[in-house]
């Protein structure tokens, strides 16, 4: 008897079905002397439609809304059906004793395959592998350490609770707006105050009135120290003439120093990376997005090995992986990295301490770091290299002392006025020796080295610098800072949060300016047409808080999902009698030829689209500048095709790289479809040669005669 390994990718399931030694290869599955291994493709099975329910929901109708299904079915998707119906078939043989849910090991995971299980009614016993990385050591010990799948029934029923919950909410909203505004406007429990913090903050800078502030500075020569007032401990002087008077009045006075204070201090490690604070990172240094964060960090784990499981959300070790610990840096102790775990490796035993060890924070996965794969750094291209360096340094800096500096603070009078000055001494550089220039400032540090002085010196002024200032507004959020936001108020989970920033940028919601993220215009219209509730942080954190109760087996499903219908028929009733007006954000100034109403420009697969305002007109054609399937060279998005005197060229529309594409005005360009099309055609031409490039000009001047 054999047992069924469903895993959640070809790839996945392609190392396993290797570790276990299936060498029988078909088209849907791998099979060996004890084990047949096939696969999902993502999810194959989702939550049914309206339409599935009732075949007139499949017209949008306000009057249909809130659409609330007692109990929600599940159904099959088209696009992987193939797929589906092949481990149904597997299901279905006698030989197959048993299964084992080789998904990802969280609770997304878990949903995949157990809605293929109910879907395929399997009734089988079923048991779970649960793993951390994709080593060839970690899959075999996972297999000989199989959990019963009975354990994670809870994790399963939290899974279910969140999809419904998120059909429930964002269906609902999402066809209660684009039905009552006409417009394509969606909403959801996560997505909609994540907008709102944006929206927040731009509204915060748009109200934002600078105002003038000057700063005295002291020039000692071998030190700099900064004015501030006795009482409020600030060096802003918002009135130009006082700050004259005070310039003029410490101008050629000599300092004595009154006060004078120098502490150790020390700066223990950082924590290891879970998800959230790996993309915060990584955009902060190299610029990611958090879903190419993401995208980078699953090679490094499936296609390389070198990294443990992903979507964590726990910034510690268990206590059952000490003895790994100097295996792992062993499997690093290359290239850049050699230096600093060689130390370590001498040490006996390795300096472990509770910011590293503690099995009381660790939930469903422990914090990501290296596994005990040797590291070939060659095999990696740029980003995989920037990301790896990150998690490897982090993971060296865990054993390494804290770094200590002096603390150095003084207060030097200067004509009855007090300046300040400070400044460090570096004592051991411990944990940041790891990052070298790179390492993270602390935070009361000055890179000024003041000079040995003691109280009562007297310290010769240089000159006096007056600097006229303007108060700031906060800065727009950059993703590491809305990934911050979002952790704080628990919007989202550590797997999800990318995937929401990327939906609300594709539903043009909010978009990026730089390393910045601006609400459009649409989304600070959107924000005012849904209810508070949705709109506040708060209530999504209740939500994700009984999701994690549920998971834990402390929390009530079905009360959950009957207080999730409430609100969504809550939600629906606002927007029906909402008085709020929306204005179309992308109207643009061209009139539809058949009806004369203005056109609406939208996105399409293919690019832009200029579709007719009027809803009871159907006109829609291409814009100006189309997608084309040629790619920038430098960020490699499709770029844009557009005419110019030269000829057309391809621009993309983020780096704004130009390439010409037909070598100049008058010139004509050939497709590779085209091409071949054309050579099929006039092929038989006895007149033309066999150089293609004349075949191609000859077949060009025929097409031109037709």
């Known amino acids: ?177 684009t039905t009552k505004y006409q417009a394509q406007l969606a909403a959801g429990r996560v997505q909609t105050p994540t907008l709102a913090m944006l929206v927040e903050r731009e509204k915060e800078i748009r109200s934002f009135i600078p105002v003038p502030y000057w700063t005295i500075q002291a020039d000692f020569g071998s030190f700099q120290a900064i004015w501030r007032s006795r009482e409020k401990q600030d060096q802003r002087i918002f009135d130009e003439e006082t700050a004259n008077l005070l310039r003029n009045l410490v101008q050629g006075k000599t300092g004595h120093i009154t006060e004078i204070s120098s502490k150790q201090k020390s700066e223990a490690h950082p924590l290891a990376y879970d998800l959230t604070e790996l993309q915060r990172d990584a955009n902060r240094r190299y610029g990611f997005s958090a879903k190419q964060t993401s995208n980078v960090l699953q090679r490094l784990y499936e296609r390389h090995k070198i990294v443990t499981y992903p979507r964590t959300d726990s910034r510690y070790l268990t206590s059952d992986m000490t003895a790994t610990l100097p295996v792992r840096l062993r499997s690093i102790a290359v290239g850049p990295y050699a230096d600093f775990v060689r130390p370590l490796l001498q040490k006996k035993p390795l300096p472990v301490s509770k910011r590293v060890i503690d099995d009381e924070k660790v939930t469903d996965h422990h914090a990501i770091i290296p596994t005990e794969e040797p590291l070939r750094l060659a095999q990696l291209d740029n980003d995989e290299r920037k990301l790896y360096d990150l998690i490897a340094r982090r993971f060296i800096a865990l054993f390494y002392p804290p770094y200590r500096y002096e603390s150095v603070k003084m207060t030097i009078d200067l004509g009855g006025e007090a300046f300040h000055a400070a400044g460090t001494t570096v004592v051991d550089p411990g944990w940041k020796a790891v990052y070298g220039k790179e390492a993270p400032d602390s935070d009361d540090e000055e890179k000024q080295s003041l000079p040995t002085f003691n109280k009562g010196d007297q310290v010769p002024l240089k000159k006096v610098d007056m600097q006229r200032k303007l108060t700031e507004p906060p800065h727009p959020y950059n993703e590491a800072e809305l990934l911050g936001g979002m952790e704080k108020h628990n919007l989202g989970t550590p797997a999800t949060r990318a995937d929401i920033i990327e939906k609300l ?202």
């Open 1 to 177: 008897m054999k047992s069924l390994v469903l895993a959640e990718k070809p790839s996945v399931a392609k190392e396993i079905a290797r570790v276990l030694g299936c060498r029988e290869n078909h088209k849907h599955f791998m099979e060996g002397p004890n084990h047949v291994v096939t696969w999902a493709l993502g999810h194959l099975v989702t939550l049914a439609e309206p339409e599935d329910y009732n075949p007139q929901y499949k017209t949008w109708r306000i009057e249909d809304l809130p659409i609330l299904p007692t109990t929600m079915k599940l159904k099959v998707m088209k696009e992987t059906s193939h797929q589906f119906r092949a481990i149904s078939q597997l299901a279905k043989r006698k030989d197959l004793q048993n299964l084992v849910i080789a998904t990802d090991a969280g609770r997304e995971g878990e949903l995949v395959a157990r809605w293929i299980m109910e879907m395929i009614h399997w009734k089988k016993p079923f048991q779970r592998l649960w793993i951390s990385s994709q080593t060839d050591k970690a899959i075999r010990e996972g297999f000989s350490q199989l959990k019963p799948g009975m354990n994670y029934d809870n994790l399963y029923q939290s899974a279910v609770c969140r999809a419904e919950a998120d059909w429930l909410i964002g269906l609902n909203v999402t066809r209660a707006l």
């Open 505 to 706: 940028l594709q539903t043009d919601t909010i978009e990026r300016r730089g390393n910045r993220l601006h609400p459009t215009q649409k989304g600070m219209q959107l924000l005012e047409l849904v209810a508070s509730d949705l709109r506040s942080p708060e209530l999504t954190t209740d939500w994700e808080q009984e999701l994690e109760r549920i998971a834990r087996g402390k929390g009530n499903p079905q009360q959950f999902l009957a207080e999730i219908r409430n609100q969504a028929g809550q939600l629906v009733r606002e927007i029906k009698t909402s008085e709020t007006n929306y204005k179309p954000h992308n109207l643009t100034g061209s009139k539809c030829p058949e009806c004369g109403e203005f056109l609406l420009e939208r996105k399409g697969k293919r690019g832009k689209m200029l579709v007719c305002s009027n809803h009871e007109c159907h006109y829609r054609r291409a814009a100006e500048n189309q997608l084309i399937n040629k790619r920038c060279p430098q960020c490699h998005k499709k770029m844009e095709l557009r005419e110019g005197k030269a000829g057309k060229f391809a621009q993309c529309k983020s780096c704004n790289v130009v390439e010409l594409l037909d070598g100049g005005k008058g010139q004509k360009k050939v497709g590779k479809r085209e091409e071949k099309s054309l050579l099929k055609k006039y092929s038989g031409n006895e007149e033309a040669t066999n150089n293609l490039g004349d075949l191609l000009k000859a077949a060009l001047e025929k097409k031109d005669q037709d």
